[in-house]
């Protein structure tokens, strides 16, 4: 795992520590950066089911104000916040642990510490899409309606053989790459 371009272009990035977490490819990622380019720089990021952080760290490496990170998995915390200290982006980078679920329903009508979201990075464990829909839709919900800037994007990762319709939300693109598809979502007019 790496970054793939902007100030720390090639640094290596540690990676999740089991399978449970799965990173994006290089390809993968930098096809979704070339689209993603024009909303990045000064944007406010959040990486939601980060695990190690590949995505927040490579919008911040791209010019990205700032990042808060949602995790729940204490080993990917952990790398997380390894990964920030080795690129010394502490004074960008937020790190919430803990149930991401819990935190936005707890943060109501207000926005996190960091703002409001030009850019949402949705990376739920595939399991989730299937398992836990009603909570993936109760968080876009929360999300658009007083996390997600007027003119921000969510990027939602999921396995191709899945769909789920968020509220609030409207697909713009999609892409399938392999068994995963990356849709990008903006707020419902």
Known sequence: MRIIAGEYRGRRLLPPASTAT????????????????????????????????????????RGASRATF?????????????????????????????????WFIDAGTRPGEAGR???????????????????LRALARELSAHHLSSRGIVVFRHDVRDSL?????????RRNYGSMTIELLRRAP
């Open 70 to 102: 949602f995790e729940h998995d204490r080993d990917a915390v952990a790398r997380l916040k390894r990964n920030i200290q080795m690129l010394g982006l502490q004074d960008r980078a937020r790190v919430v642990s803990g149930d991401l679920f819990k």
């Open 117 to 135: 979201a030009d850019l949402v990075f949705l990376d739920p464990p595939y399991r989730f899409v299937r398992d836990l829909p009603e909570k």
């Open 22 to 61: 799965r990173p994006i490819t290089d390809r993968v990622k930098q096809s979704l950066f070339d689209i993603l380019t024009p909303q990045i720089p000064g944007a406010v990021v959040y990486d939601c089911f980060a695990g190690t952080g590949s995505l927040g760290l490579e919008a911040l490496s």
């Open 165 to 173: 319709e968020l509220p609030m939300l409207v697909r713009y693109d």
